[in-house]
């Protein structure tokens, strides 16, 4: 009887795994390798904890999500948003600024990856009622 081919069932010897391919890690839309580590991932979980936030994406879409946030330096600056809301906008940009205030928590100037799912959210999956509540805060200058 011959011997088994190497890592084919049956086998003793086991074949290398690079343990960066875990469960972590995924080909961007670039097709580069990214990398999340565990506390990257928890944090994910974290966010994935929010009702709102679990019904409006997967697991994957937001560690897709973050890898775009890891690849601008784990942070969302005014500037940044400035092209990104530039980019999604075709009305006035002025009000750019104020939107940003509105999830700048802790007036950083940067949005931290929950920030930035919770615009994302509901930006792309609120209800008219959260859209219209958001509207109003973003006019309401004596935040009444």
């Not at 010897?13 to 391919?21: A, I, M, S, T």
């Amino acid at each position: 009887r011959s011997q088994p081919a190497m890592g084919c069932r049956g086998s003793k010897v086991q074949p290398k795994v690079d343990k960066r391919l875990s469960v972590g890690s995924f080909l961007d839309s670039s097709g580069n390798w990214v990398y999340l580590s565990d506390e990257e991932l928890a944090e994910i979980d974290q966010i994935l904890k929010e009702p709102r936030v679990a019904k409006a994406f997967s697991r994957m879409e937001l560690m897709r999500l973050y890898g775009q946030y890891k690849n601008n330096g784990e942070k969302v600056s005014r500037e940044d948003f400035d092209i990104i809301y530039q980019s999604m906008s075709q009305a006035n940009t002025a009000l750019a600024p104020r939107v940003f205030d509105l999830f700048d928590d802790g007036n950083k100037g940067v949005w931290s990856f929950q920030a930035f799912v919770m615009f994302m959210r509901l930006l792309l999956h609120g209800t008219p009622e959260e859209k219209l509540t958001y509207c109003f805060r973003l006019f309401d200058r004596g935040e009444t």
